[in-house]
């Protein structure tokens, strides 16, 4: 059946980078990418971009391009996602989710990361 | 930009509810509904407008097209509260919608 598995919750101080993983399994990728979406605590949900395992494609939302890199191991059907320079905003839950080419909607997803930024 | 409404609601069991999501500009029928409980990954209802996710109860259903989109729960059950959310995917980026929180009576 299709997965998608994160790593574990991150704690940084401000400043630091993160780097989260997102383990596909269960289903052909060239059919699909990763989507990254993040929530801040009580808030709705933010698109952050879109990524393809298959041939390492991109495209990001532009308030986060300058400090976000999304990155892919097609040997392994991983995703990353590294945000850099971490604010204390930048806290949240991190979720990757599988993205139908073509359709765009985001059919399965990850349980979450939670990333804290915290002095 | 999607902007829903109502920001909340409740309701009883048994209710009929409707939730409307707005686009800025058309997005013809690219638009998404999921549905989040509490501390739990969202899930997807309903695509391109009004194509009902496998394994999703017929009381969920969507419609709309161009900039307007609803979302109705023919009958609201104990299992339908949390927050839905539409997002748009007919150009990136791939805008939410703010949420609309769900309560039960």
């Known amino acids: 059946q299709v997965q998608l598995v994160q790593s574990g919750a991150e704690v940084k101080k401000p400043g630091a980078s993160v780097k989260i993983s997102c383990k596909a399994s269960g289903y052909l990728s060239p059919s699909y990418g990763i989507s990254w979406v993040r929530q801040a605590p009580g808030q709705g949900l933010e698109w952050m971009g879109w990524t393809s395992i298959s041939n390492g494609a991109t495209n990001y939302a532009q308030n986060l391009q300058d400090r976000f890199t999304m990155t892919t191991d097609t040997s392994t059907s991983t995703a990353y996602v590294e945000l850099r320079s971490l604010r204390s905003d930048d806290t949240a839950i991190y979720y990757c989710?599988?993205?139908?080419?073509?359709?765009?909607?985001?059919?399965?997803w990850g349980q979450g990361t939670l990333v804290t930024v915290s002095s | 930009q999607m902007t829903q409404s109502p920001s909340s609601l409740s309701a009883s069991v048994g209710d009929r509810i409707t939730i409307t999501c707005r686009a800025s500009?058309?997005?013809?029928?690219?638009l998404n509904w999921y549905h989040q409980e509490p501390g739990k990954a969202p899930t997807i209802l309903i695509s391109?407008?009004?194509d009902l996710q496998s394994g999703v109860p017929f009381r969920f259903s969507g419609s709309g097209s161009g900039t307007e989109f609803t979302l109705t729960i023919s009958s609201l059950q104990p299992e339908d509260f949390g927050t839905y959310y539409c997002q748009q995917s007919y150009t990136t980026p791939r805008t939410f919608g703010q949420g609309t929180k769900v309560e039960i009576k």
């Open positions: 989710a599988r993205d139908e080419i073509g359709r765009g909607r985001l059919d399965f």
């Open positions: 500009q058309s997005i013809k029928t690219s």
């Open positions: 391109g407008g009004s």
